[in-house]
């Protein structure tokens, strides 16, 4: 750092803020992975051993997307009372703790149900009466975990929306959410390079373990690193008065209640914006979890690729590449408009989520065109879901630019709330639709495939226009820019 000249030359600007969205990324990616840990290896390694089938997965799924809503309605409401620094210590010890139990899930079943053995799980005669009570008991314990792990990830956005409003000026928001929000393609993409290798290498208990076991390590850098850009003994005065830009011209008092004056929990439900948000997420979060969860299995299903065989992971891996790389520019697209445009935050971001609403129009054609190739699925739900990426970051730019920074992180847990039950919806829905099309074969049909293909096609048509629809909806409800005021 430069220090002040005796000339009066100012020091050189600091960029801790940079750092600070650094850490934010990879809690996000540690998040991510120990959400994927599931996904990466139920069909391949967990499934055979407890009997489970796509309902059951798809249950663990929903449910786990339900516990996620209902927690994050007040997820968000405890952050902006804990603080970002100890709310985001909880948070992230609370699902580190839950993705390391899930290793004991297996020999809980076992001693439930009074079995010696993993061969023993293995051998158990398919439909049979012990194998529906392995599934039974197994599904309860994973739901219990699952539980667990939605209470401390759901308090993973709000705390991180809440840390880059603290940090970055409106103009830039949205560029610094798309590089944390980034961390969750980063966890998709390192996820069948390591949990499929760490599951046949030492089982699907250690995956478990080892991965969660990162998010204790993150604890303490943030516990060393963080605090508010103001207290930051890493922040001089020139990064200080660039993070505080949008506060020229007021007074102290108003910038005091900006940072202090909450609006009451149940009052957020009276404004538009609250609604224009919660819209966003409901149409669309579950359109990213539903790939998340069982794209893996799709692949391996569908073109019999396995998550650890090296062409499922290169599909995998192909799809997440492309949604990290595009995901990032999305951030950048508002501040080209705000910047070379002269337009307001709101509108640029807006004029921004239009165009990545188009993105996931694409997905129609994955289904098509994989009786080609596996490598257009990937690459097509890769370019659909970077397209969530880019939109999700600017939707979520969107409450720092309109709501006290001492509420944005309850407007993000209520909106998240809304995601999740979106989520449940979507991915309860596909397990249910999944084995009813594979048990009917080709008495179901759908845009001219059969049986499980056609589930797929009509889920990928979902997915298709969900973020037009929320869009048009988000515009009606908040046509301008319009900020709250306590």
């Known amino acids: ?96 703790l839950a993705a390391c139990l899930h290793a004991g899930c297996g020999w809980a079943t076992m001693k439930i149900e009074g079995l010696s053995s993993v061969e023993a799980l293995y051998n158990i005669q398919a439909g049979s009466a012990m194998a529906i009570a392995v599934a039974s008991v197994s599904v309860w314990l994973f739901l219990g975990c699952r539980a667990l792990l939605a209470m401390g990830e759901s308090g993973n956005f709000p705390a991180a929306i809440k840390v880059t409003a603290l940090y970055f000026p409106k103009k830039d928001r949205a560029f610094a959410t798309s590089i944390f929000n980034a961390g969750s393609s980063v966890g998709a993409l390192a996820a069948p390079l390591c949990i499929p290798v760490l599951a046949k290498m030492w089982g699907w208990e250690m995956a478990f373990i080892i991965i969660g076991a990162f998010g204790f390590v993150w604890m303490g850098f943030w516990n060393w690193l963080y605090s508010a850009p103001q207290d930051s003994r890493f922040v001089n005065k020139a990064e200080l008065d660039y993070i505080q830009q949008d506060e020229a011209g007021e007074t102290q008092e108003e910038i005091n209640k900006e940072e202090t004056n909450t609006i009451p929990f149940w009052h957020c439900f009276r404004y538009r914006q609250t609604w224009a948000f919660i819209v966003g997420k409901a149409f669309t979060d579950g359109v990213w979890w539903f790939f998340l969860f069982w794209i893996p299995a799709y692949f391996s299903e569908q ?70 190739s596996a490598w257009w699925p990937a690459i097509l739900i890769g370019l659909a879901s970077a397209g969530h990426q880019a939109w999700s970051a600017n939707l979520y730019s969107t409450i720092g630019d309109m709501f006290p920074t001492s509420t944005v992180a309850t407007i993000v847990g209520i909106g998240t709330m809304a995601g999740g039950l979106g989520s449940y919806i979507i991915n309860q829905g596909s397990g249910i639709l999944f084995d009813y099309s594979a048990n009917l074969g080709e008495a179901f049909t759908f845009f001219t495939f059969t049986g499980k293909p056609a589930g797929y096609m009509i889920v990928f048509s979902i997915c298709a226009v969900s973020y037009l629809v929320a869009w048009c909806i988000m515009k009606l409800l908040v046509p301008k820019y319009k900020k709250i005021e306590i």
């Open 1 to 96: 750092m430069d220090i002040t000249s005796n000339m009066g030359m100012t020091a050189k600007k600091t960029n801790w803020r940079w750092v600070i969205c650094s850490l934010l990324f990879f809690a996000t990616t540690i998040n991510y992975l120990d959400r994927q840990v599931l996904s990466m290896t139920w069909k391949d390694f967990i499934a055979p051993e407890f009997h489970w089938t796509d309902a059951d997965y798809g249950t663990i799924t929903g449910f786990f997307s339900l516990f996620y809503a209902a927690i994050s309605l007040f997820a968000g409401k405890f952050i902006d009372w804990m603080g970002s620094k100890k709310g985001y210590l909880w948070a992230i010890f609370i699902w580190s």
């Open 303 to 372: 073109f019999g690729y396995a998550s650890y065989t090296p062409m499922g992971q290169a599909l995998i891996f192909t799809l997440y590449f492309i949604v990290t790389v595009l995901s990032i520019g999305g951030g950048y697209l508002p501040k080209l408009f705000v910047e070379k445009r002269g337009m307001n935050p709101y509108a640029g971001r807006m004029r921004s989520m239009l165009i990545f609403a188009f993105f996931p129009i694409v997905a129609l054609l994955a289904q098509p065109l994989g009786t080609y």
